[in-house]
T-cell receptor, first 116, second 113 residues
Framework: GAVVSQHPSWVICKSGTSVKIECRSL??????MFWYRQFPKQSLMLMAT?????????EQGVEKDKFLINHASLTLSTLTVTSAHPEDSSFYIC????????????FGQGTRLTVV | GNSVTQMEGPVTLSEEAFLTINCTYT??????LFWYVQYPGEGLQLLLK?????DKGSNKGFEATYRKETTSFHLEKGSVQVSDSAVYFC????????????FGQGTTLQVKP
């Protein structure tokens, strides 16, 4: 149980285009999902907290107009990188917290984004 | 705010050596503590966790004890294998912060045959 699926696992896009990444909780409901970004050989930095049915909460320094987050259902959150540029190339990872369970979070397998 | 500090790597050990990766934290209240492992090119896997003081988390020969008096959660393994080579992240979820993990900077472990 407690499987989180992230899609795609990798994507290459041209500079200026937009890319959508999906994060699904397959066997549980997740009121809250989280999006992280990881640069090579660095730690995971929280970008935003995605709340089902409401606006996402962005961490300081994260551009909300560039990284659009939608959490339309209890099992799906999406991150759209708009007008991507090479500096947006990174590893993006989502996690999901089961409803009313604060001591656990399950991770997707990550998405490697390369902007050329 | 909440934070996690890990020892810097890389840590290089010979097979069957004893492993310790230090982790200390700063948090108000009673956070939950975690160790995650990341193999090259992959996402994160939960290795072990502890949710209250003096709890010991253990898995696959790894263990860590939640020490509130020293605000520490050091990872240990008695005999490492080459397959343990990976990046290890210490993390916490603060009281009342559902699922929101704060990570340490990660420690790379290299185990040589």
């Amino acid at each position: 149980g407690a499987v989180v699926s992230q899609h795609p696992s990798w994507v290459i896009c041209k500079s200026g285009t937009s890319v959508k990444i999906e994060c699904r909780s397959l066997d549980f409901q997740a009121t809250t999902m989280f999006w992280y970004r990881q640069f090579p050989k660095q730690s995971l930095m929280l970008m935003a907290t995605s709340n089902e049915g409401s606006k996402a909460t962005y961490e300081q320094g994260v551009e909300k107009d560039k990284f659009l987050i939608n959490h339309a259902s209890l099992t799906l959150s999406t991150l759209t990188v708009t007008s991507a540029h090479p500096e947006d190339s990174s590893f993006y990872i989502c996690s999901a917290a089961p409803h009313k369970q604060e001591t656990e979070a399950f991770f997707g397998q990550g998405t490697r984004l390369t902007v050329v | 705010g909440n934070s996690v500090t890990q020892m810097e790597g890389p840590v290089t050990l010979s097979e069957e050596a004893f492993l310790t990766i230090n982790c200390t934290y700063t948090a108000t209240g009673y956070p939950s503590l975690f160790w995650y492992v990341q193999y090259p090119g992959e996402g994160l896997q939960l290795l072990l966790k502890a949710t209250k003081a003096d709890d010991k988390g253990s898995n696959k020969g790894f263990e860590a004890t939640y020490r509130k008096e020293t605000t520490s959660f050091h990872l240990e393994k008695g005999s490492v294998q080459v397959s343990d080579s990976a990046v290890y992240f210490c993390a916490l979820i603060g009281s009342g912060n559902t699922g929101k993990l704060i990570f340490g900077q990660g420690t790379t472990l290299q185990v040589k045959p």
